[in-house]
């Protein structure tokens, strides 16, 4: 998981890349990229693989309630 200087949030899971939508931003729609296929993050397979949005946006909502970026003893 990465925080940048406006406080945006993304999450990495195996090839997996969400770069979720800003909160005031409503009509802006999440950005997921498979880095094995698409190192460039080119692609936006967001539409495609919805099953995959909801799963990472979960993973991120859990970290951000635990307030640690990185599993323990990492």
Partial sequence: MTQ??????MVREGPWKLIPSPPQAA?????LYNLADDIG???NLAA???????RL???????RE???SRPAGK
């Fill in 27 to 31: 009509a802006q729609r999440p950005e």
């Fill in 66 to 68: 635990s307030g640690h």
């Fill in 48 to 54: 495609q693989h919805p099953d995959q949005v909801k």
């Fill in 41 to 43: 993050e080119t692609k």
């Fill in 4 to 9: 940048t200087g406006n406080v945006r949030l």
């Fill in 57 to 63: 946006t979960e993973l991120l909502r859990q970290v």
